[in-house]
């Protein structure tokens, strides 16, 4: 269990050490650095969450209603409850609590799970992920 573990967080250890690498080499300015956030936000990773779900099939969709209900739930409930906990009990405006909201109720599915669920449980992950990407 400890290698397959460790073999799902291999790419994204990789990655972050190639980009202390590129970082020393100087290859990349700070100037670059939101273009290649948004490149990858914009293009790369919506474009790899829409294969995997177009590559599924209807039963496998199908099949993914009730996570999709589960989540849009677990996420709508947890951002209400902090925003109701913010205003309430501790007294902040709306907009800070609506934004401690956003924050507690929105997963990092988009990082975390396409390399690590993806390894670990193949092309099905994606369907889970681009669920909980699109429920937040």
Known sequence: MLGQILSAL??????IMLGYFAAW???????EVPTLNRMVM??????????????AGRADLLGSVPLLIFLLAAIVGTYVFVLLVAIFLFRHPPGLSALRALMASGPSTAF???P????????TANIPIAVAVSSS
């Open 116 to 123: 690590v669920l993806g390894y670990l449980y193949g092309a």
């Open 25 to 31: 080499h100087h290859d990349f300015s700070q100037d």
């Open 10 to 15: 291999l790419p994204a250890i990789i990655t």
């Open 112 to 114: 975390v799970g396409v």
């Open 42 to 55: 914009t293009y790369a990773l919506p474009l790899a969450l829409f294969v995997g779900v177009f590559g």
